[in-house]
């Protein structure tokens, strides 16, 4: 699995996967034109679509018909460090919440950005001339 960030301009990126592209600048209190997501944002939209397939997977597998799933991820920023000190998932259905109670152990298990970020994945940085 690959992604690309290609810088436009001032804080304008614009990042590929496949056939897809999204606009990637920082809002006017970060020196940006406010043009797309932040990349703070865009992490917090990893991990909260990544839990909600998750959910969803899970639910099907168990034969759960869903008919409605929202995970909204906040992040408590540290901006001493560069990180979040703090993310909460929460999870709105319509569904009974011990059915929730039942697929959200199985949805961790499946969710890979979670995984990813509470393993601390480590990060390799090598540099290719153009």
């Not at 569904?95 to 152990?105: K, N, T, V």
Request: aromatic letters at 10%; glycine letters at 4%.
């Amino acid at each position: 699995m690959e992604v690309q960030a290609i810088w436009k301009k001032n804080y304008q990126v614009e990042v590929k996967a496949r056939q897809f592209q999204v606009p990637i600048d920082e809002a006017p209190e970060y020196h940006g034109e406010d043009t797309g997501m932040m990349p703070t944002e865009l992490f917090l939209c990893s991990l909260a679509s990544c839990f909600c397939l998750a959910l969803v997977f899970v639910a099907k597998k168990k034969r759960i018909e869903v008919n409605d799933m929202r995970v909204n991820v906040k992040g408590k920023k540290d901006l001493k460090n560069f990180i979040f000190s703090n993310l909460l998932v929460e999870i709105e259905s319509s569904l009974a919440p011990e059915s929730l109670g039942d697929i959200l152990p199985l949805a961790k298990k499946y969710c890979f950005v979670s995984n990813t970020v509470s393993k601390s994945c480590p990060i390799e940085y090598t540099i290719k001339s153009v």
